[in-house]
């Protein structure tokens, strides 16, 4: 039996416009800025185990996301910050994922997983489809969408298109990062121009073959760092139908002009990432009077700036 | 207190004298290879649960761990197979480590990881150094090298590099893979070559910049197909420093020959992984008179004829 799925293009761009937002939160939390009296109530339930760093994690990133529900279309959590904590910390994020879906908050997981063939179906499977445990197919991390690093060619993301179409989930390819050493390998020059720019014209030629969601994108997306707007117009040309996921606004240096171009004219197109300036704000001098125990609340607020500053530009 | 540690590349080249082996054995738990009889018996003592999924996978690497010490140097966990099964894969993964430590084997977590900054730092941390919990300094993973995707430049690969370094530990830079449509990205044709060079170079300004072992080999290496031996050839002359792992020998069509350009003229510099044809020789015609109940003893001896066929050409 196939139930009748929403692509995933289609059920972010609901998400936009219900909330009138185009802001996914990263969630990387960080040990070190993570509020002190989390750790401590945490520690006297579980002392310093690895019960008590899962509760630290999951009772950190549901504060933020009950916070943040109102304002972002999505979460994206980076995977690193839960893998450093083994399988605890995983566990955490398992359980963040469900939460994340009954906020109404889209789940983007930043896993960057690349690999070949039923290697990447294994990855595909894990993220976006089902899992064949003793004959039963089950929904292991149950996420929306996940980055992808298409490095190994089109043997290494065919099988995340295949999967994420059945299930009606969806993938962001990297393309061109926020980083400043993007350009070591992203920008080698060749006969079709740059090297992202070879990666951008596959991504076409695999969104083509695909069924297109109602609003017009398709369920493969690509990651378009904000810190190269003139990149970021030209492959706006290139990919018409692809959804942006925009880093590098905020604490990586760009601002809401800078993201502009990564939009449609219809002020469509793009989700922009913030992480550190939003779910630790109440480390940021500007929100101090919250507090450690208010970091919730100082998370909302600064999710809400960002709402209103991107709104203020893209429309 | 900094311990005086043994660097990878120098523990690799030991085990490599002491066992006369160039096999890497990769540990993909494929779940509906695994014989019936492990499922069966933690399906009596755990249900159907994650705890059974979780006892199967540890039972399953653990037989094929003990079975092939003898004849192999190290396990190359693919981590796609574990995280499919989500938390309680990855428990099974990190017990799975630990065990791998005992028997004599190092394990190359084939994760292929990437990101930036303190995102990869992260990445770092969790697998091949400590990572700051409750204010100790923790071993979470513990294993001896990474596979690390460099696609988005130094940035992304520095943080593993310095990590590895301080711990004594190692990483295999994706350079040239052995799937088909590796070309479509690492062959562009840049001015300086393919693009597959252009990391190639990189990688060794990289190694330059840092210590070698006593063996003359770096603890950065990169992974090298065996399926494309010409270029194998020229990455041996432009990487000397550089331990390749070499993935594609055996079920993906590559013999002892097609894997001799990724070996220096000593018959040192490279390590061969192979996992379905060892892990599930029981699976295999010419290894069915074990039949599933002698899995491990399958795969002992399709290890032995791996390194004995290895030997005969590399010497």
Known sequence: MVLWVISFSDRLDQKITEKQSHVVVGLDPRWHLIPEYLKQEATKQFGQGPEAIKEVLFQF??????AVAEYAVAIK??????EQFGPWGMLALQELVLEAGK???LVIGDGKRNDIGSTAEAYANAYLGKVDIFEQKTQVWSMDALTVNAYLGVDGVRPFINVAKEHG????VLLRTSNPSASDFQDLTCAKGKAYEAVAAKVAEWVVGEEMGQCG???IGVVVGATYPDDAKRLREL???CIFLVPGYGAQGAGALEVLPCFDENG???VVNSARDIIFAYTKPAYAEYGERNFADAARQAA???RDDLLRVVG
Chains 1, 2 share one sequence.
């Open 304 to 306: 809400k700036t960002m």
């Open 61 to 66: 990133g549901l504060g933020i996301m009950e």
């Open 268 to 270: 469509k197109g793009a």
């Open 77 to 82: 959590p980076q995977f690193a910050f839960f």
């Open 169 to 172: 989930n969806g993938l962001f």
């Open 103 to 105: 906020l109404g908050l």
């Open 239 to 241: 990919l018409p139908h």
């Open 217 to 219: 994108y398709s369920f």
